[in-house]
């Protein structure tokens, strides 16, 4: 999720000023954007739990695997004896709002970092970090919960930067594309953006797992959060600046 840090250069100064009004306002909106995601693709979900593999699937089709739980639509067979209601209707109305807002904030972030030159500075990994000794050593950091040396105080840290780009510059593009490939009318007009990923069903199904990478980032994200200093952390993503007397944390500690 988008938010920044200072560079090593400036530990030594004292600032309270941790992210930036642009860097909040976006951090937010993909948040609120990607919960919206969440509970309406669940709703859409519940209406055809089958995943198929093609360009084709329907109840006549065998699934490449099936989500064992009651359907909203009785056509669609789960060896229920009962339907949940159906909330097909409002939830893909929002689920195409939000995706738009997650679209155009994910942009406007993406200036953001190429204009400031916060993604080369902050994001890419250092000289020193371009190495698979740095990812086992902080790998192994983590599991021994060893503090970091005190000058890398407000930086992230190897796997932190990686996972970010990951996010960034992957997994939300892939949701993006795979969302885009599931619609008729944008696949009529580019139809090469389905057939390159197997087909539509193919799409629905990669976005079903790219979902599920993106929920277990932001549970690890939250998680990181609350045991690093709740309250700390969201205020200084909310206000953007922390108390002056609160005691900074270690890379790992960032969220």
Do not use: C
């Not at 609120?32 to 093609?54: D, Q």
């Not at 079903?208 to 700390?232: E, K, Y």
């Amino acid at each position: 999720m988008p938010t920044t840090v200072q560079t090593p250069e400036h530990v030594e100064r004292t600032s309270v000023l941790r992210h930036s009004l642009l860097v909040r306002i976006t951090h937010w909106l993909t948040f609120i954007a990607f919960i919206a995601l969440l509970i309406t693709g669940i709703e859409i979900l519940i209406s055809h739990p089958r995943f198929y593999w093609g360009e084709t699937g329907n109840v006549n089709t065998p699934a490449a695997f099936t989500f064992h739980i009651p359907s909203s639509r009785d056509s669609v067979p789960t060896g229920y004896g009962y339907v949940l209601p159906d909330q097909n209707g409002w939830s893909r109305y929002l689920h195409f709002e939000a995706a738009w807002l997650l679209v155009l904030t994910g942009a406007v972030y993406l200036i953001y970092l190429l204009a400031t030159g916060h993604l080369r500075r902050n994001l890419f990994p250092t000289r020193e970090q371009r190495s698979l000794r740095a990812y086992t050593t902080r790998i192994a950091q983590y599991v021994r919960f060893k503090k970091s040396a005190a000058d890398e105080l407000h930086t992230y840290n190897v796997l932190q930067r990686t996972s970010y780009l990951v996010v960034i510059f992957f997994l939300f593009p892939l949701i993006i594309w795979t969302g885009l490939a599931m619609s008729p009318a944008f696949t009529a007009a580019f139809p090469f953006t389905s057939s390159l990923l197997g087909g539509r069903q193919s799409a629905r199904t990669i976005h079903l797992f790219v979902t599920i990478a993106l929920v277990l980032f932001l549970i690890i994200h939250i998680t990181m959060v609350a045991l690093t200093g709740f309250r700390a952390r969201m205020r200084a993503i909310t206000l953007g600046s922390s108390r002056p007397n609160e005691p900074e944390l270690t890379p790992e500690e960032l969220p």
